[in-house]
């Protein structure tokens, strides 16, 4: 709750100012209503971000603040702000746009696999999983095992079968080499709470501060 006033007052100082706000700031404010269970004003700044401009980890936050509110759709429709897509994911072509390299991490992709696989949306499930190729650096085992499962657990044992012989081995061939894969293997499932990570993120709202002094002139 700190974090929020102390973002929010910084902000209100910039604007009263006339200070553009900047990307630094607009990714504190995300992140301080994203952990707030703030929807609305999530969605509103969101909405005044330049394309390219939200951090991969502020993204994991907004999603995994709708997927525990049981707002799916508004998830996935974030997600596809940030990434470029349009809603309905099925709707979309393949995205291709390597420029959107880095802009979502696993933890986004594998919470939003997970539902979409569990709420049985398949085809939007799997588009999300073949947009990990173009968005991450390589595709983690431990990924397709996510869709796998989910898609078990919800009862579709066909489409389980069927994406891992899809996926297997454009997976495996995406692979770093034996010491980065090993320590990949390593990264948690429980994905909610590193996304959600103080020590990941708190930086981010600790500089906003340095924002407004940064611009302040020197008398």
Known sequence: ???RTGVEHAYALMVQRGYDPGARTFNALLLAFARG????????????MAAGTVRASVVSAV?????????????????????????????????V????????????????VRALALASRVRDAELVFEDAFVLLPCVPRRLLETLVEALEDAGLMDDAQRCLRRFMRRVEQCQPPVDDAEAEERLPLSHFAYALGAERDSAVCDSVECDLAEREPVE
Do not use: I, W
């Open 97 to 112: 746009q390597e420029e959107k390299s880095g802009c979502v991490d696993f933890y986004a992709l594998a919470m939003l």
């Open 63 to 95: 999603v995994h603040m709708f997927l525990r509110q049981r707002m799916l759709d508004r998830a996935v429709a974030a997600y596809a702000q940030v990434v470029g897509r349009t809603v309905p994911l099925c709707a979309s072509a393949r995205l």
């Open 37 to 48: 269970n703030d929807v609305e004003a999530a969605e509103q700044v969101l909405g005044e």
């Open 1 to 3: 709750h700190g974090d």
